[in-house]
């Protein structure tokens, strides 16, 4: 009964590694207990991290793991566009003010570059704000598109490139 039970374990662990070529068992504790790229490390990385309570660390990306999509920071710019939208749009129209400067920090623009971002968003001001009643979410990907058009911010601003639309 004890060998039909280990083998069973055996076989699960090597079913899931098997089916899935050696980028396999992903991340995790294991990756860094067993490095080799074969079918036994490979169910054994699975094994591992399947009995090691490491939920925190694939999430949060410290132990190879690629961060999982609730906790990326992508959303940081709508959030903030949600929070100010009615005073953001004035400063849009100005082309200056505090809101505007902490909408360039959560696209990662250093503060040389603000003046291109303000300039570049309030000649824009027209196409960002079609509609008198626009959602967060329209503005805030109208103001992503037009930032992302200007060569000079895509390469400055850090999480500008990086960033996907949020649909």
């Known amino acids: 009964m004890k060998k039909l039970l280990c083998l069973s374990a055996l076989a699960l662990g090597w079913s899931g590694s098997a089916l899935a070529a050696d980028g ?27 009995a090691l309570p490491n939920t925190f660390s694939m999430t949060f990306g410290t132990s190879n793991c690629a961060k999982h999509s609730i906790v990326h920071n992508d959303k940081k ?6 929070a100010n939208q009615s005073a953001l749009e004035m400063e849009l129209a100005a082309g200056e003010g505090e809101l505007l400067e902490g909408l360039a920090q959560t696209f990662g623009c250093p503060t040389q570059s603000l003046p ?12 960002l704000m079609p509609e ?16 992302r058009d200007n060569p000079s911010l895509r390469t400055q601003c850090s999480q500008l490139a990086a960033r996907e639309d949020i649909g």
Request: charged residues 20%.
């Open 116 to 127: 291109a971002f303000s300039f570049t968003l309030r000649s824009a001001y027209t196409e």
């Open 77 to 82: 710019g709508l959030h903030f566009v949600e």
């Open 24 to 50: 396999s068992s992903g991340c995790g504790v294991g990756w860094y207990i067993f490095k080799d790229k074969s079918l036994l490390s490979s169910s054994l990385r699975q094994i591992t991290n399947s």
């Open 132 to 147: 008198e009643q626009m959602s967060s979410r329209a503005l805030y990907q109208r103001i992503s598109e037009t930032l």
